[in-house]
């Protein structure tokens, strides 16, 4: 028989569409060519397909060979069809039985040694795979604990060529599993993980449970702000630190990812999907199971934050940061397009790249949280006390983030500068990391079991209209909001977002709903009016 079939995975993005990989060998000059809108990378898979199969130990079939990948319209791209292009070409040149890997899906690179190596994107490859209705695939061995993840699946993780052949002719496996001349030598890494691991946007990924360095007890003074911290990761709300240098900023962000729940096995399986793409897994660790926490430079590109780049649009820091916290220190210093760009995200929970071969939906649901200071020298104050800027430099400055972008963000906190005691005596009421993330677990279950028949999951997701409607609040609750309504401080979508931390507010104080008390601290929150925000360290209400 001189045709065979087999199947593997091309990436859009965070998805995978299943390709049938076709061989055919026909009698003719001896030629490989490779038909179905193949890229560079996958176009030069014919040098290392025939090198790999050579040195393996096997015939290279000197006939005619024609490689099809179907669907032929859609853009294939990576070396990951090389194992299924290596076993489609031995089966039709009857080295294979063509039934043995008609039913298979094979996704991995070949080096040229025959040594197969690890590619980027497995579980999304294999989740498509299982949509599709296959039952059985074939990875590299390195990768096979990423692609057991998903349910129901008959993983075999290989190690070269002849092992898989072995494996498909139901031969004994060759005693060197590592390829010719490619021995192991111990104590060494395995440099097959090279390609995986590629330089990230500053993201930070924390395994459950794993231990933390940056105590939330570390940060001097900020009640406030480490109150609305709480607050923020209870319901998924953005948040606007706005301060002078120095207050502790930077500090409190860096500690949200440890106040954060752990992500539920949904969560972390679309987590480990976005970050196996960009290639930025962490060694020995299929799953991520925290949140992740991004904080890229100011000076990064709009298509490293938002995604997209040449070719395949790539997940970009918004999809990095999904489920978790996205960190934009010096916010006003980012080109005010990047900014800008952020507002779709921030609404739907995903981002759209339009390319002319058609658009990509990235996941994006995530916890923005802005630092800025108060104008370029950093030292203006309510009081006006010590800054040289100029009134027209102050409004320029801090024009740059604008107003339908902070509309967007719930909480608005000014840090104060720490003062001598706050700094030099400890505070021995300042809560912990653990502590705090204790009570944001508990408001997390208590929104759950409200929103249980809903496709919500945290109070900073659920549309406004559910909010007025669906789950009201007591009797004159919203007397201020509907106030400040009136007056212009507040717009509509403000409302929203303002009921929204209402009902985390009241999820942190064990409340079944929201009093006025609760509206009135999510308005202090919003607006920097100081009424109905606690100050002695006291239950939040």
């Known amino acids: 028989m001189a045709f065979a079939h087999t199947g593997s995975v091309a990436l859009l993005g965070v998805d995978g569409v299943v390709v049938e990989v076709q061989a055919d060998l026909e009698p003719g000059v001896s030629a490989f060519t490779i038909v179905g809108l193949p890229d560079k990378a996958l176009s030069e898979a014919r040098d290392r397909v025939r090198a790999a199969v050579v040195n393996s130990g096997e015939k290279w079939p000197q006939r ?3 490689v099809g990948l179907s669907p032929a319209s859609v853009p294939k791209s990576g070396s990951g069809f090389d194992l299924a292009i290596a076993c489609s070409v031995l089966a039709a040149a009857e080295r294979i039985d063509p039934a043995a890997i008609a039913g298979l899906l094979l996704v991995g690179e070949l080096g040229l040694d025959g040594r197969v190596r690890p590619v980027r994107g497995v579980l999304p490859a294999v989740l498509a795979a299982a949509d599709a ?19 129901g699946m008959a993983v075999h993780g290989v190690r070269t060529l ?44 924390r395994a459950a449970h794993a231990p933390d360095h940056r105590d939330l007890a570390d940060v001097a003074g900020q009640f406030e702000a480490r109150r609305a911290l709480e607050i923020a990761a209870a319901g998924g709300h953005h948040l606007y630190l706005k301060g002078p240098p120095g207050a502790g900023k930077t500090m409190l962000a860096e500690r949200l990812p440890g106040i954060l729940p752990p992500l539920t096995p949904q969560e972390a399986l679309e987590v480990t999907a976005v970050h196996s793409v960009a290639g930025l897994l962490p060694p020995g660790r299929p799953l991520l199971t925290g949140a992740p926490y991004c904080a890229p430079h100011h000076s990064t590109t709009m298509p490293a934050i938002i995604g997209g780049g040449s070719g395949l649009p790539r997940p970009g820091a918004v ?32 981002v759209v790249i339009a390319r002319a071969a058609g658009s990509l939906r990235l996941p994006a649901r995530f916890l923005l949280v802005l630092a800025a200071n108060p104008c370029p020298c950093g030292r203006w104050s309510r009081r006006g006390e010590g800054c040289d800027c100029t009134p027209a430099m102050v409004s320029r400055y801090q024009g740059r983030l604008s107003g339908p972008l902070l509309d967007r963000v719930d909480l608005r906190v000014e840090v104060d500068a720490v003062t001598r005691v706050e700094l030099m005596e400890r505070d021995a009421t300042a809560e912990s990391t653990a502590t705090v993330a204790a009570r944001v677990v508990a408001a997390r279950e208590r929104a759950a079991a409200r929103l249980r028949d809903t496709p919500w999951r945290t109070n900073g997701e659920v549309p406004g209209h559910e909010l007025r409607t669906r789950w009201r609040l007591a009797d004159g609750a919203l007397r201020d909001a509907e106030r400040d309504l009136e007056r212009g401080l507040l717009t509509a979508r403000g409302l929203d977002r303002v009921l929204r931390v209402a009902w985390t507010a009241a999820d942190l104080a064990e409340l079944d709903r929201p009093d006025r008390e609760q509206v009135r601290t999510a308005l202090g929150l919003r607006t920097g009016v100081r009424y109905g925000l606690p100050r002695d360290g006291g239950p939040l209400c």
């Not at 209705?133 to 349910?151: K, N």
């Open 64 to 66: 005619k060979l024609t």
């Open 133 to 151: 209705g296959y039952g059985r695939v074939v990875v590299p061995a390195q990768t096979a604990a990423e692609a057991a993840l998903v349910p």
């Open 162 to 205: 002849r092992q898989l052949i072995a494996l498909l002719c139901h031969e004994d496996p060759p005693e060197d599993s590592f390829g010719p001349g490619a021995q192991e030598v111990a104590g060494l890494p395995d440099n097959a993980l090279a390609g995986l691991s590629l330089p990230g946007l500053g993201v930070r990924s």
């Open 319 to 350: 999809s990095l940061a999904h489920r978790g916290a996205l960190f934009l220190d010096e916010a006003p210093e980012f080109p005010v397009r990047v900014l800008d760009a952020l507002r779709q995200p921030l609404e739907s929970g995903e």
